[in-house]
């Protein structure tokens, strides 16, 4: 189908463990972005893509690492979880970056205990 | 750095229209956006304003004063289903958004 997906949808883990977030379109974007959002926060920008092997640092990367191989894939990877990436995490894609209209995926719930 | 504030929450009966506002603090402005985002769900793109000015979509409308790096979002004829997240967010010109924390809509009967 086409669109921007995310998966796991949920994921428990526990505190140092590594969790990757995947991110998929459809859509052929240049643009890629992860987001965590928490109460209060509204969306923070950790990283994001402008096309295949070329990331940069959002607002809050620390603690997260990124790649970006394929121009439809986007995962997001916490190498060593801690509680204070307890979030729900959004990808989102767009043709061109901020001008353009972001399509965000259903978002990842994550608990890290 | 970037900062960007708007009310926390709105409430606002059914039919009736309400503005959320955002002021914007930023190093480059190239424009303001606007998302909604349902509970549980995830943001969807409403407007993006480059210009001064005021632009309608439907019952939706969005306005920019780039001298008073203020912006609002204009919801008319509200309905039930309207109850939402608002967030506004800048275009820096770094090719990515920054969001303010989002206005809670409440529509009441």
């Known amino acids: 189908d086409a669109g921007i997906t995310q998966s796991p949808r949920y994921k428990i883990t526990e505190t140092g463990r590594q969790v990757t977030l995947m991110c998929h379109q459809t859509?052929?974007?240049?643009?890629m972005f992860w987001y965590r959002q928490d109460l209060g926060h509204g969306l923070r920008l950790i990283y994001y893509?402008?096309?295949?092997?070329?990331?940069d640092k959002g607002e809050v990367p620390d603690g997260y690492v990124v790649s970006r191989s394929k121009t439809e894939n986007f995962p997001l990877t916490l190498e060593s979880a801690t509680r204070s990436q307890t979030s729900v995490y959004f990808c989102?894609?767009?043709?061109?970056?901020?001008?353009?209209?972001?399509?965000f995926g259903p978002g990842t719930r994550l608990t890290v205990l | 750095g970037q900062s960007l504030e708007q009310p926390s929450e709105v409430t606002a009966v059914e039919g009736a229209i309400v503005q959320i506002n955002c002021t914007y603090q930023?190093?480059?402005?190239?424009?303001l956006s606007w998302y909604q985002q349902h509970d549980g769900g995830a943001p969807t793109f409403l407007s993006y304003?480059?210009?001064?000015g005021l632009e309608e979509t439907g019952r939706f409308s969005s306005f920019l004063s780039r001298s008073d790096s203020y912006g609002y979002l204009l919801l008319q004829e509200l309905q039930m289903k309207d109850s939402a997240s608002y967030f506004c967010?800048?275009?820096?010109?770094?090719?990515?958004?920054?969001f303010g924390s989002g206005t809670r809509l409440q529509v009441q009967p």
């Open positions: 930023t190093s480059g402005f190239y424009g």
């Open positions: 304003n480059a210009l001064d």
């Open positions: 859509w052929s974007h240049s643009y």
């Open positions: 989102a894609s767009s043709e061109s970056g901020a001008r353009n209209e972001q399509f």
């Open positions: 967010a800048v275009d820096t010109g770094r090719r990515a958004l920054t």
């Open positions: 893509s402008a096309a295949a092997d070329i990331t």
